[in-house]
């Protein structure tokens, strides 16, 4: 690894175990122990080529650990549920470019009715090809998959090994599209394949309209298993028990939206990013 990689890597790393909270006591069972992470995949998350701001939120985030968690490594067929602006993608594209195939999987703007929702939705999917227009050297073997909402498939089936999805469930929930969410999870992975679930977590079960953006842990494994999947893990390399989860808000008011007075600026900045699940579950091989 070149030094100014390597002086990279060990600054991801030293901030992760800096910002990385204790673990929290949950009805899930003891958490899984950490990861080692690999080569590869260290080098990917300290590449150059990410956006300075990205590389900010790593100290919350922790990447390189929670994908070591989830099993990544090249050679993997890999399908990232909604990437938002590409967060991950900057991660997962390039360790997948010579060795495995990265999908970004992105709601169809035409199977959302008209309005904002649709307008949304395409300013989401155009800002990432954009993205990945203006940087080939890592992501021209990445491929965009637009998927229906309300009956979502997301590649052929049994065509992935791993199915990541960072901080969506409560807006599925909330659609009422969670489930047939995980069942398209199930459909399009192999046998034994991984859904790698992060999502911010909720002091218990929350209702199905809830607007605060935290969903239960247990609320999680249930839909999970009740479309066909196996609890395979829990790791609390996300976890905040600093964030007491009564925002007015909801997870909004935190770190990075902020949408609170700025007079209490520094009282979230404090408090950091929401408290997160992270949970590894596995497609049964029988």
Not at 61 to 71: E, K, N, S, V
Not at 266 to 277: L, N, P, T, V
Request: glycine share 8%.
């Amino acid at each position: 690894m070149k030094p100014v990689l390597l002086q990279r890597a060990c600054h991801v790393v030293l901030a992760s175990l800096l910002v990385a909270a204790p673990p929290l006591a949950l009805a899930a069972g003891p958490a899984t122990p950490a990861t080692a992470v690999s080569p590869a995949l260290q080098a990917a998350v300290a590449s150059s080529h990410r956006d300075p701001a990205n590389v900010k939120r790593d100290g919350f985030r922790h990447p390189a650990q929670t994908l070591a968690f989830f099993g990544l490594e090249p050679g993997q067929t890999v399908v990232e549920i909604t990437p938002g602006n590409g967060w991950y993608s900057e991660i997962l594209a390039p360790l997948l470019r010579s060795e495995g195939q990265y999908v970004a999987a992105v709601v169809d703007p035409e199977a959302v009715p008209e309005g904002r929702g649709r307008d949304f939705q395409q300013r989401s999917r155009d800002g990432l090809e954009k993205k990945f227009a203006a940087a080939p050297a890592q992501f021209d073997k990445s491929e965009i998959v637009a998927y229906d909402p309300a009956r979502p498939v997301f590649g052929t089936a049994g065509s992935a090994d791993v199915v990541l999805t960072f901080r969506n469930v409560h807006n599925w929930r909330k659609a009422g599209q969670a489930q047939g969410m995980f069942k398209g999870f199930h459909d399009v992975l192999k046998p034994g394949g991984v859904l790698g679930v992060v999502e911010h977590r909720a002091r218990a079960d929350v209702a199905d309209d809830d607007d605060t953006g935290y969903v239960g842990q247990q609320q999680v494994i249930a839909m999970a298993e009740a479309a066909g999947f196996t609890l395979a893990g829990s790791s609390e390399v996300n976890a905040n028990p600093r964030d007491g989860k009564d925002h007015p808000n909801g997870v909004w008011t935190l770190p990075p939206s902020n949408n609170h007075d700025p007079a209490d600026a520094a009282k979230y900045q404090a408090i950091g990013e929401s408290d997160r699940m992270t949970l590894r579950f596995i497609k049964p091989k029988d």
